[in-house]
Structure formats: structure tokens, C-alpha cells
């Protein structure tokens, strides 16, 4: 993500996240921190952005500052590419853990998360500004050798002898 995105990335972040949307700026702000913030988008064949994630990594733990696909690209992979790329650049920098916060009414970016790794560690109550709680999750980078591989496909291997 560069500061070109932003217009693209606020109008998706004001979509999906009416409520909870971050503030412009923030996007601004974000992105100056290179030292420790990496950001993503995802785009489509005509250059849309329709998705987008962000890290911060505070060593030892870098946290998934967000990340987010547009509802009709659901289900495509978007989603796990750019959470593996995330988890990829943690590992990169060095972090031992990789936290993140998910909203405690979404099952399926619950399930995206359990299946890279992910274990709940505790839960934040009220923690958005709509009532909902916040599951905190967490995923230890000792054992990470990549993402996990789509249900049903095998991994192929190549002897070199």
C-alpha cells in the first residue's frame, strides 16, 4: 500500500466497517512508520483495490493492525494470501507471536484465523464501539513454515535426484 491507495482503502475501510471505520489520517499516519508498520492491497485485473491489511511489528509480537475483502470477493483466497503475507513479514522481522483482535460475532474470520494457527487467548468485552466483544487471538512463529494448504489439495513434492 502506498499513499495512492488510501482513497481506495478509506472507501472500502468506511464500507465495511461503518462503525468502527478508521479516521483518514490514520491511514496517513500508518504508513509513515515504515520502521514498523507494512501494508498491503489486494487488487483486482482492472486495478481496483479489494482488500488490504496492515502489521505492526513491535518486537517480540507483531499484531495484524487490520485487514479486510471486499464481501463479493470473499471465498476467492484473497483474505489468506494477504494474512499470509502478514504473518511472512512478521516472521521476516524477527516477531516470536503474531496477535491480532477479531470481533466475537464473525465466525468466519474466526475460522480463517483457527485454521492458519490461531488460538483465542483472551477476550475483550465491549470492545468495539457497537457492544461487540473482541476475541484476542494469537499465533506462535516457532513452527510457522507458511500457510496452510486449501482443503482437498495435495502438496507436491519434486525429488531432485
Not at 489486494?42 to 499484531?63: E, F, H, N, W
Request: glycine share 8%.
Amino acid at each position: 500500500m502506498d499513499t495512492d491507495d488510501i482513497p481506495a482503502v478509506d472507501a472500502l475501510e468506511r464500507r465495511l466497517f461503518p462503525v468502527d471505520a478508521w479516521p483518514l489520517q490514520m491511514f496517513h499516519d500508518e504508513l509513515a512508520q515504515t520502521s514498523t508498520r507494512s501494508y498491503y492491497v489486494a487488487v483486482d485485473p482492472a486495478g481496483t483495490v479489494i482488500g488490504y491489511a496492515g502489521l505492526m511489528c513491535v518486537l517480540p509480537i507483531a499484531d495484524v493492525q487490520t485487514i479486510a475483502v471486499v464481501p463479493e470477493s470473499e471465498g476467492a483466497g484473497i483474505g489468506s494470501r494477504l494474512l499470509t503475507t502478514l504473518v511472512d513479514e512478521a516472521k521476516e522481522r524477527g516477531a516470536e507471536d503474531v496477535l491480532l483482535e477479531v470481533r466475537d460475532d464473525n465466525p468466519r474470520a474466526q475460522r480463517l484465523y483457527r485454521w492458519f494457527g490461531f488460538e483465542q487467548i483472551h477476550v475483550r468485552p465491549r470492545y468495539y464501539r457497537d457492544g461487540a466483544s473482541a476475541l484476542i487471538m494469537r499465533l506462535p512463529l516457532a513452527g510457522w513454515s507458511g500457510a496452510p494448504a486449501p482443503a482437498g489439495t495435495a502438496t507436491e513434492t519434486k525429488d531432485s535426484k
